[in-house]
C-alpha cells in the first residue's frame, strides 16, 4: 500500500520537472537512432554480412519480442515499489545493462569474427531484453507523472520535441563522424561509445528531477498473467499498435535506406544526408509547438490522422526526379510536418489508453501497455530494418561497389515508394478504428479522479 496521498485536482508540473523529464527521454534516442540508421550498413560494409540474413535476423528477433515484451510488462508492473517510485530505479537500472549489451551489438561480430553472424543473433536477441528493462518503465512515466489531460499533452510535447530533435541532431552527426575518421571503423568506434556515455549521464540527470504521482486505483490487487491478453486487446490499443506500427516501419525502412540512398543514389552526398535532418528538424518543431492548439479547435484523432497523412503523400512527391535535391528538401519538409503532428499526440494517446482500460477492466497496467508498445517500436525497427534488405538482396546489391540499374532501383523503392504506402495505411486503420473522443475521454478521467479520491478518504 502506497502512503501517496491523492488530490482529486491534478498538481501543476514544474518547468523543471519538465526539462528533466526531456534530458531523461534525449536519453534514450541515441540507441534506437544509431540501430534503426545504421545497424544494417555496418554489418553488411564493415562486419560482411549478406543484407537477407540481417533481415532474417531482424524478423526472427521480433518473434521473440512478441513473447517477451509482455512477460517483461507484467514483471516490472509487479516489481515491488521502492523510495523512487514504481519506475525509476528499474530505468536506472536498466539502462547500465542495455549499455553494455548495445555495444556488444555493435562490436561482438567484429571481436569475434568466427562465427560473427551467431554472435550477431545472440547479441541482438538480448538487447530485446535489455532494452525493455529501460525502455518500459520510460515509456510508463507520462500515466505515472499525471491524470491530466493537459498536463499529459505537455509532456507528449516534451517527450516528442525531445525524441525529433535528439534523432535529427544524431542522424546528422553520426555520417559526418564517420566520414571524418580515418577509416569507417574507427568512425563507428567514436560514435558508439561517445553515445553510450550520453545515453547514462542524460539517463541518470533526468530520473533525479521527475516523479511519480498516479498510483492505481486498485492497489491491494495486481493483475495476473491470465489479464494480459484482454488488457492489450481492448480495442483503442489494439488500433493505436497496428498505426504506430504501420508508422514506425514506414519511418525505420526510410531511417535504414537513407545511408544507400545517399553513398549510391547521390554518390556520397553525405552532406544533403546531414542537412535534410536539419530541415526535418526546423520544420518538426514549429509543428509540434502548434498540435496542440489543433488539437483543441480540430480534435486529436484529427490532428493525428492528418499528420500521417502527410507523412506519408510528401516523400512522394520525390518519385518525380528522385535525384533533385530540391524536392528530397521538399518532400523532407512534408515528411517533418506530419511526423510533428505524430510525435507529439502519440504519447498522450497512449496515456489515454491506460486510463481506459483501468476504467473499462479495474486495472492500471504501464508496464503491459509500455511493453506492447516496446514490442511494437522493435517490431517497427525490424520490420522497417528487414524489407530494406530483402529488397537489396532481391535486386542483387553487392555492397562497396558500384550499383546496378535494378539494385538502384531496389533502394529508391526502399527509401520513397515503400515506406509511403504503408504509412498511408495505417492512417487509414486509425481513421476508421480509433473510438476514443474528447467527450468519452473526459468521462474516464472523471471516473477514475473519483475513484482515487474515496479510496484516499
Not at 518503465?137 to 507520462?142: G, Q, R, V, Y
Given at each position: 500500500?502506497?502512503?501517496?496521498?491523492?488530490?482529486?485536482?491534478p498538481?501543476?508540473i514544474?518547468?523543471?520537472?519538465?526539462?528533466?523529464?526531456?534530458?531523461?527521454?534525449i536519453?534514450?534516442?541515441?540507441?534506437?537512432t544509431?540501430?534503426?540508421?545504421f545497424?544494417?550498413i555496418?554489418?553488411?560494409?564493415?562486419?560482411?554480412?549478406?543484407?537477407a540474413?540481417?533481415?532474417?535476423?531482424?524478423?526472427?528477433?521480433?518473434?521473440?519480442?512478441?513473447?517477451?515484451?509482455?512477460?517483461?510488462?507484467?514483471?516490472?508492473?509487479?516489481?515491488?515499489?521502492?523510495?523512487?517510485?514504481?519506475?525509476?530505479?528499474y530505468?536506472?537500472?536498466?539502462?547500465?545493462?542495455?549499455?553494455?549489451?548495445?555495444?556488444?551489438?555493435w562490436?561482438?561480430?567484429?571481436?569475434?569474427?568466427?562465427?560473427?553472424?551467431?554472435?550477431?543473433?545472440?547479441t541482438y536477441l538480448?538487447?530485446?531484453?535489455?532494452?525493455?528493462?529501460?525502455?518500459i518503465?520510460?515509456?510508463?512515466?507520462?500515466p505515472?507523472?499525471?491524470?491530466s489531460?493537459?498536463?499529459?499533452?505537455?509532456?507528449?510535447?516534451?517527450k516528442?520535441?525531445?525524441?525529433?530533435?535528439g534523432?535529427?541532431?544524431?542522424?546528422?552527426?553520426?555520417?559526418?563522424?564517420?566520414?571524418?575518421?580515418?577509416?569507417?571503423?574507427?568512425?563507428?568506434?567514436?560514435?558508439?561509445?561517445s553515445?553510450?556515455?550520453?545515453?547514462?549521464?542524460f539517463?541518470?540527470?533526468?530520473?533525479?528531477?521527475i516523479?511519480?504521482?498516479?498510483?492505481?486505483?486498485?492497489?491491494?490487487?495486481?493483475?495476473?498473467?491470465?489479464?494480459?491478453?484482454?488488457?492489450?486487446?481492448?480495442?483503442?490499443?489494439?488500433?493505436?499498435?497496428?498505426?504506430?506500427?504501420?508508422?514506425?516501419?514506414?519511418?525505420?525502412?526510410?531511417?535504414?535506406?537513407?545511408?544507400?540512398?545517399?553513398t549510391?543514389?547521390?554518390?556520397?552526398?553525405?552532406?544533403?544526408?546531414?542537412?535534410?535532418?536539419?530541415?526535418?528538424?526546423?520544420v518538426?518543431?514549429?509543428?509540434?509547438?502548434?498540435?496542440?492548439?489543433?488539437?483543441?479547435?480540430?480534435?486529436?484523432?484529427?490532428?493525428?490522422?492528418?499528420?500521417?497523412?502527410?507523412?506519408?503523400?510528401?516523400?512522394?512527391?520525390?518519385?518525380?526526379?528522385?535525384?533533385?535535391?530540391p524536392?528530397i528538401?521538399i518532400?523532407?519538409?512534408?515528411?517533418?510536418?506530419g511526423?510533428?503532428?505524430?510525435?507529439?499526440?502519440?504519447?498522450?494517446?497512449?496515456?489515454?489508453n491506460?486510463?481506459?482500460v483501468?476504467?473499462?477492466?479495474?486495472?492500471?497496467?504501464?508496464?503491459?501497455?509500455?511493453?506492447?508498445?516496446?514490442?511494437?517500436?522493435?517490431?517497427?525497427?525490424?520490420?522497417?530494418?528487414?524489407?530494406?534488405?530483402?529488397?537489396?538482396?532481391?535486386?542483387?546489391?553487392?555492397?562497396?561497389?558500384?550499383?546496378?540499374?535494378?539494385?538502384?532501383?531496389?533502394?529508391?523503392?526502399?527509401?520513397?515508394?515503400?515506406?509511403?504506402?504503408?504509412?498511408?495505411?495505417?492512417?487509414?486503420?486509425?481513421?476508421?478504428?480509433?473510438?476514443?473522443?474528447?467527450?468519452?475521454?473526459s468521462?474516464?478521467?472523471?471516473?477514475?479522479?473519483?475513484?482515487?479520491?474515496?479510496k484516499a478518504?
Open positions: 500500500m502506497t502512503d501517496i496521498k491523492y488530490s482529486p485536482e498538481a501543476r514544474g518547468l523543471a520537472e519538465k526539462a528533466a523529464f526531456g534530458i531523461v527521454n536519453g534514450n534516442i541515441p540507441i534506437q544509431l540501430l534503426n540508421g545497424l544494417m555496418f554489418y553488411t560494409d564493415m562486419v560482411g554480412l549478406n543484407p540474413a540481417i533481415a532474417t535476423m531482424f524478423l526472427v528477433m521480433r518473434v521473440f519480442d512478441g513473447i517477451n515484451d509482455p512477460i517483461m510488462g507484467f514483471v516490472i508492473d509487479h516489481l515491488p515499489r521502492t523510495k523512487m517510485g514504481r519506475f525509476r530505479s530505468l536506472l537500472f536498466g539502462t547500465v545493462i542495455c549499455c553494455i549489451n548495445f555495444i556488444l551489438v562490436f561482438g561480430p567484429v571481436w569475434v569474427p568466427v562465427g560473427k553472424l551467431a554472435i550477431a543473433y545472440i538480448l538487447l530485446g531484453v535489455t532494452f525493455d528493462i529501460m525502455d518503465p520510460l515509456n510508463s512515466m507520462i505515472a507523472m499525471t491524470d489531460e493537459r498536463e499529459r499533452n505537455s509532456l507528449s510535447v516534451v516528442g520535441f525531445c525524441y525529433q530533435a534523432n535529427t541532431l544524431f542522424t546528422m552527426a553520426a555520417p559526418l563522424i564517420l566520414a571524418s575518421a580515418v577509416n569507417r571503423l574507427n568512425g563507428f568506434y567514436a560514435l558508439i561509445f553515445s553510450v556515455i550520453m545515453v547514462l549521464v539517463t541518470i540527470i533526468g530520473v533525479m528531477g516523479k511519480e504521482r498516479i498510483e492505481p486505483v486498485n492497489t491491494d490487487e495486481k493483475y495476473k498473467i491470465k489479464d494480459i491478453i484482454p488488457i492489450i486487446t481492448c480495442t483503442p490499443v489494439v488500433v493505436t499498435l497496428l498505426t504506430t506500427l504501420g508508422f514506425l516501419i514506414s519511418m525505420i525502412q526510410r531511417a535504414a535506406s537513407g545511408m544507400y540512398f545517399f549510391y543514389i547521390l554518390d556520397n552526398r553525405m552532406d544533403v544526408f546531414s542537412l535534410t535532418s536539419l530541415v526535418a528538424l526546423a518538426t518543431l514549429p509543428c509540434m509547438a502548434i498540435t496542440g492548439i489543433l488539437s483543441n479547435r480540430f480534435g486529436k484523432k484529427s490532428v493525428f490522422v492528418t499528420g500521417i497523412v502527410i507523412s506519408g503523400l510528401g516523400p512522394l512527391l520525390r518519385l518525380f526526379a528522385v535525384t533533385n535535391i524536392l528538401y518532400g523532407t519538409v512534408l515528411g517533418g510536418v511526423t510533428g503532428f505524430f510525435m507529439t499526440l502519440s504519447y498522450g494517446i497512449c496515456a489515454d491506460v486510463d481506459y483501468e476504467h473499462t477492466r479495474g486495472h492500471r497496467a504501464e508496464g503491459a501497455l509500455a511493453a506492447v508498445n516496446s514490442f511494437v517500436a522493435k517490431a517497427g525497427m525490424g520490420i522497417g530494418g528487414a524489407i530494406p534488405g530483402y529488397v537489396l538482396a532481391a535486386t542483387g546489391y553487392v555492397a562497396n561497389q558500384p550499383q546496378t540499374e535494378a539494385a538502384k532501383m531496389g533502394i529508391i523503392m526502399n527509401n520513397i515508394l515503400i515506406p509511403s504506402i504503408i504509412v498511408l495505411i495505417a492512417a487509414l486503420v486509425f481513421g476508421l478504428g480509433y473510438g476514443i473522443n474528447r467527450e468519452k475521454l468521462q474516464i478521467t472523471a471516473s477514475l479522479r473519483e475513484r482515487r479520491a474515496a478518504r
